[in-house]
């Protein structure tokens, strides 16, 4: 096992992760079905990042992790 952690230092607030795991999973592009979620402060831009008790971390491939952009999602193996 192991766990999900999004640097929201590096975070942009794209949400392709979202879209990556919401289509891996459920095959279709969809944030509101993804294992984790973005939040972006609208005025400052601050990002937050959060990880869903749903995620399954992809059976040991991270969807997010390979396709971040940004390089913001790390993979924490146990
Ligand atoms: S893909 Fe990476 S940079 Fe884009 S929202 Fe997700 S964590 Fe942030
Ligand atoms: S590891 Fe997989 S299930 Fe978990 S948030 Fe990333 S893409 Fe979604």
Redesign the pocket.
């Known amino acids: 096992m192991g766990s999900i952690a999004?640097n929201s230092l590096r975070?942009?607030?794209?949400?392709?992760?979202l879209n990556v795991c919401s289509f891996f999973h459920e095959k279709e592009f969809n944030p509101s079905l993804a294992c984790l979620a973005?939040y972006m402060e609208p005025f400052t831009g601050e990002?937050e990042?959060e990880v869903l008790g749903s995620c399954d971390l992809c059976g040991g491939k991270p969807q997010?992790v390979r396709w971040?952009?940004?390089g913001?999602?790390k993979y924490l193996k146990r």
Do not use: D, E, L, Q
């Open positions: 999004i975070c942009v607030g794209c949400k392709i992760c973005i990002v990042g997010c971040c952009p940004m913001a999602i």
